[in-house]
Structure formats: structure tokens, C-alpha cells
């Protein structure tokens, strides 16, 4: 069981960047898959999540209306599209999943936006 992320990078306030989880050793449209972030000096928060069968999503509330949760299931694959960014964004970006009990993390992106 591996996640992947990718998709990070520098940019500036008010840009986009979409985030890219891709799994491997399990379906992932079968289990809640989220997205979390860690910024410096702060505990690693739950940014936005998506639940079995893609049909519900949540998020914080610092970034409802400019993130997007969403899936491929045929690349098996999770994205998190990220419009209207601020320099409160910054972090690096986990993406997670539970799978029969067991917690696996990705390695991390970093995302910067700075101008």
C-alpha cells in the first residue's frame, strides 16, 4: 500500500495548483481518502476529505470555496485543486487513507505561495 503525492511548488498569492495523489496496492474509491497539511510550527491539520464512493466531501473551513477534493478512478488517483491561494496555504501536503485499520501517509508536497 503506497500513496504518492505530487503537484506541489511556488506560487503566487491568488493562484492555482492542483495536487496529485496517486495510490497503489489498494482501490481507492473504496475507502475515505483525505488530504491534510503541516505548516511550520503547527500540528498537521485535515484540509479536505472525500468519502467511499466519491459522493460526499468535506472541508475546512479555511478553504471551503477554493479547494476541490476529487478523484480518477481509473488512475486511481486523488486530486486537490487549489484556486485563490494565500500565503497562508503554505505547507507541505499529506495526502491519507485508512485501509482495514491502518493509517498510510504520503511522503508530502510542499506548497509555497509567496509572492
Known amino acids: 500500500v503506497q500513496l504518492v503525492e505530487s503537484g506541489g511548488g511556488l506560487v503566487q498569492p491568488g493562484g492555482s495548483l492542483r495536487l496529485s495523489c496517486a495510490a497503489s496496492?489498494?482501490?481507492?474509491?473504496?475507502?475515505?481518502m483525505r488530504w491534510y497539511r503541516q505548516a511550520p510550527g503547527k500540528e498537521r491539520e485535515l484540509v479536505a476529505g472525500?468519502?467511499?464512493?466519491?459522493?460526499?466531501?468535506n472541508y475546512a473551513d479555511s478553504v471551503k470555496g477554493r479547494f476541490t477534493i476529487s478523484r480518477d478512478s481509473a488512475k486511481n488517483t486523488v486530486f486537490l485543486q487549489m484556486n485563490s491561494l494565500k500565503s497562508e496555504d503554505t505547507a507541505v501536503y499529506y495526502c491519507?487513507?485508512?485501509?482495514?485499520?491502518?493509517?498510510?501517509w504520503g511522503q508530502g508536497t510542499q506548497v509555497t505561495v509567496s509572492s
Open positions: 491519507y487513507a485508512r485501509i482495514r485499520g491502518v493509517v498510510t
Open positions: 496496492g489498494f482501490t481507492l474509491s473504496t475507502y475515505v
Open positions: 472525500l468519502s467511499v464512493g466519491g459522493s460526499s466531501t
